[in-house]
């Protein structure tokens, strides 16, 4: 007879179910895993994304009020100025009582002086090509020029003297930016310029419509100083013509219309 006690066996349905518990835990691992990498995947770039808002925003910042890339969408100031290039323009360098000088490379609006309206376009499509042109990406707008200041308020720009040179305010202008081969111009003209305007004339006076060729319009082909958009003191691009706009003394020895030099 066996009289030896056994021990009585365990009821196992009350215990909690090993191996379901660890595979709940093993999934909600594996579930918080994927989530975190998710989140982890999705928050550089929403970083990314910010920051780059952020520069955009900047960098049309500096150029609505400092300096705005410009791209030259013509030869009419060859050589300084190729097709191609692009340029930074001054924004600030009137902003203080300053005021352009004979010499000087100016971008500006040639709304009323150059073109009597602005053509029509795409609201839409303006604003893009717009954001673009002041990066430097797209050509600027079609009212916009660059141009050299050949003649500022008060001067008497003629041509030409007897070798065929500029005249300012009685003194011929010996002209080292020109174009080679070029004329100083071959459209005689003798004015005086209004104040508070600018004469103005491309380096490459063969291909350049400027101030010339609105002699008999209204306003006479001078540009209000007041639509002057800056002074194109760089070239940024290409490299291989990074820096800044090569001097010119040609101005040097120019009177002032009262006689004293300007």
Not at 55 to 60: D, E, K, P, Q, W
Not at 82 to 105: E, I, W
Request: with cysteine; glycine share 14%.
């Amino acid at each position: 007879m066996d009289t030896e006690a056994k021990p009585p066996e365990r009821d196992r349905s009350s215990e909690p179910a090993t191996g379901s518990e660890e595979g709940s835990r093993s999934s909600r691992i594996r579930g918080s895993s994927r989530t975190t990498s998710r989140a982890g995947v999705s928050t550089p770039w929403r970083r990314v994304a910010a920051v780059g808002a952020v520069c955009s925003v900047f960098v049309l910042l500096l150029s609505a009020f400092v300096v705005r890339p410009y791209l030259i969408p013509s030869g009419s100031m060859e050589p300084t100025l190729r097709v191609g290039d692009r340029v930074l323009v001054n924004k600030l360098a009137y902003r203080f009582g300053s005021a352009p000088r004979r010499g000087d490379v100016v971008v500006f609006d040639g709304t009323g002086s150059f073109v009597r309206e602005p053509p029509p376009q795409n609201p839409v499509t303006g604003l893009l090509r717009g954001a673009a042109a002041s990066l430097g990406l797209a050509e600027p707008a079609e009212t916009d020029y660059v141009k050299r200041v050949v003649g500022v308020g008060g001067d008497r720009v003629v041509c030409c003297d007897r070798r065929g040179r500029i005249e300012v305010n009685g003194g011929p202008v010996t002209e080292d930016y020109l174009y080679p081969g070029d004329e100083p111009s071959r459209v005689r003209f003798d004015i005086v310029v209004p104040d508070g305007t600018l004469w103005v004339m491309g380096d490459h006076r063969a291909r350049s419509r400027d101030s010339r060729d609105h002699l008999g319009e209204p306003g006479g082909g001078m540009v209000p100083v007041d639509m002057v958009i800056g002074r194109v003191d760089w070239i940024g691009w290409p490299l291989g013509r990074l820096g800044g706009l090569p001097d010119s003394a040609a101005f040097d020895g120019v009177r002032a219309p009262g006689g004293a030099h300007g």
